[in-house]
């Protein structure tokens, strides 16, 4: 007789120093307090760094391509971590299939020991001079929001906000048209002290179909409710309370304005961050942390 079948197994590798991980994320914001860690609070990067934490047996420290808000959805958000090499093993069963990705152990433990609104989708080892934050080109976000007489079908009212009044849709385009581009976007962020208010806002445009309006924002970073508080002008021009000129002179502005509000965060969902081939990685890096030092 010959030998049973079984799969050949493997123990996990010995390296030395400290290992960077890519970490691809999603989850549903809205009983977050935002990615944020924070004290007496839930929040994203709370609820990661204790799972990570435990698996790994050594405190670890996530670090996001965006900060998003309290109620702010991702499918697409990217994190890193410095993890010592001699915890890696931890992560492992005392021996794992041979031929599984590398860090498949340790996305099955975190799919076991996360709560079911947030997700690690995939786990890699990162490129040398990866920066999850500043080696990112641009974040890409969709809003989307409900124009239909009933509000949002239960199955989206976590993700889509029910709007009750008519929007000029074409409007709203014409005047985002007026906001693309490099400019100081102090009109429309949150202050925090230090941080510049200069963005390349590379897309800002609306699509209808039907009751539902998306608005996909694209820049190379955004500052603190940058993309809700533009909605929320954009949706003030929809509704004719405003003109594209209105939205166009936001722009000179050199503090918050109080003029509109901030679009309802829950209908905010980051999708992609992108970034550049694995060879241009570090030098994005320092050209990202000197724009933001000024």
């Not at 993890?83 to 076991?112: K, M, Q, S, T």
């Not at 999850?132 to 080109?137: D, E, I, Q």
């Not at 594209?244 to 905010?268: K, Y």
């Amino acid at each position: 007789m010959g030998r049973p079948l079984t799969r050949s197994l493997k123990r996990p590798p010995r390296i030395s120093g400290v290992v960077r991980l890519r970490l691809d994320i999603a989850y549903d914001g809205t009983d977050f307090a935002g990615w944020a860690v924070q004290a007496g609070q839930r929040t994203v990067a709370g609820d990661l760094d204790d799972a990570l934490t435990t698996v790994l047996r050594t405190p670890v420290r996530l670090r996001a391509a965006g900060r998003t808000d309290a109620g702010v959805h991702a499918t697409g958000q990217v994190a890193h971590l410095d993890v010592p090499a001699a915890a890696l093993p931890n992560a492992y069963p005392r021996a794992h299939a041979a031929g599984d990705p590398e860090f498949l152990p340790l996305l099955r433990r975190l799919g076991r020991l996360l709560p079911a609104d947030v997700r690690v989708l995939d786990i890699t080892r990162a490129p040398a001079g990866f920066d999850a934050r500043f080696s990112a080109l641009r974040r890409h976000y969709v809003y989307r929001l409900s124009t239909a007489p009933y509000g949002v079908e239960p199955q989206q009212a976590r993700y889509v906000t029910a709007w009750p009044r008519a929007l000029d849709v074409d409007a709203m385009a014409v005047a985002s048209r007026h906001l693309l581009g490099l400019h100081d976007f102090a009109a429309f962020c949150r202050r925090r002290d230090g941080a510049t208010t200069i963005r390349d806002l590379q897309r800002l445009d609306w699509l209808r179909d039907g009751e539902l309006v998306t608005a996909h924002v694209s820049a190379d970073a955004f500052c603190w409710s940058m993309v809700r508080s533009l909605v929320g002008a954009l949706l003030a021009v929809g509704e004719r309370r405003r003109t594209a000129a209105w939205c166009r002179d936001l722009l000179t502005a050199t503090v918050r304005s109080s003029d509109f509000a901030a679009a309802p965060a829950h209908g905010l969902t980051l999708i992609r961050v992108d970034y550049p081939p694995d060879d241009q990685l570090a030098s994005r890096n320092l050209i990202t942390r000197d724009l933001r030092s000024r």
